[in-house]
């Protein structure tokens, strides 16, 4: 079946520093990769995402890469604020249906001014 | 403004008593589906629906039934037969035509159900 490993949390940084947060996935065929947010008390929303090997997504500074040959999506970011303070789920959805997505366990972020 | 809700925000039960889950989209999407969130273990998919009076059992549907009569709507009961009932609900929905792996989808600001 298919599963999305992220790396645990939480993760700490000053304002400003580089973000990464890793994620792999296992799946048959040709998924499609997504990155969501959730701030506290929320519901999810969508950051980013890539349909494609080697397509890569990006909104608000952050960015991903659909890598096949490493069946990877890492999300990464040059410079953090603290407005990015949140959890983030890496997500994958299988071809040919509309089920649901399968999602990581999520990586809270800590970002100190 | 298009979009999904949810309510209440937080529910309270007592144990072995049934409550359902509203959710309601006015996005005009096929498919909506229900997912459990619990501290530290992601999102687990409960039930789904790709068309209406049609659902499919995700991965958790122990202890939770639906139903789907309109296109917007897609009730969740969480019933007695739930050992954990206590967590935080997601609804969500998604287009179904054409390239359907490649959508996203969208969710709602979720129920916080604590039952005790």
């Known amino acids: 079946g298919n599963s999305v490993t992220q790396m645990e949390g939480p993760v700490t940084l000053s304002e400003e520093a580089f973000l990464t947060i890793n994620c792999t996935y296992t799946?048959?065929?040709?998924?499609?990769l997504f990155w969501y947010v959730q701030y506290p008390g929320e519901g999810l929303q969508l950051l980013l995402k890539?349909?494609?090997?080697?397509d890569k997504g990006s909104n608000k500074g952050f960015e991903a890469t659909y890598r096949k040959e490493t069946t990877s999506f890492h999300l990464e970011k040059g410079s953090v604020q603290v407005s990015d303070s949140a959890v983030y789920f890496c997500?994958?959805?299988?071809?040919?249906?509309?089920?649901?997505?399968?999602f990581g366990k999520g990586t809270h972020l800590i970002i100190q001014p | 403004d298009g979009g999904i809700t949810q309510s209440p925000k937080y529910l309270f039960r007592k144990e072995g008593q049934n409550v359902t889950l509203s959710c309601e989209q006015n996005?005009?999407?096929?498919?909506m589906y229900w997912y459990r969130q619990d501290p530290g273990q992601g999102l687990r998919l409960i039930y789904y629906s790709q068309i209406v009076n049609d659902f499919q059992k995700g991965d958790i549907a122990e202890g939770y039934s639906v139903s789907r009569e309109k296109k917007e709507s897609f009730p969740l009961t969480v019933t007695s037969a739930q050992k954990n009932p206590t967590a935080f609900y997601l609804c969500?929905?998604?287009?179904?035509?054409?390239?359907?792996?490649?959508?996203?989808?969208?969710f709602g600001p979720g129920t916080r159900l604590t039952v005790t």
């Open positions: 799946a048959t065929g040709y998924p499609s």
């Open positions: 969500a929905s998604s287009r179904v035509t054409g390239a359907v792996s490649s959508y996203e989808q969208y």
């Open positions: 996005l005009n999407h096929d498919a």
């Open positions: 997500a994958l959805r299988g071809g040919g249906g509309a089920d649901g997505l399968t």
């Open positions: 890539a349909t494609k090997a080697d």
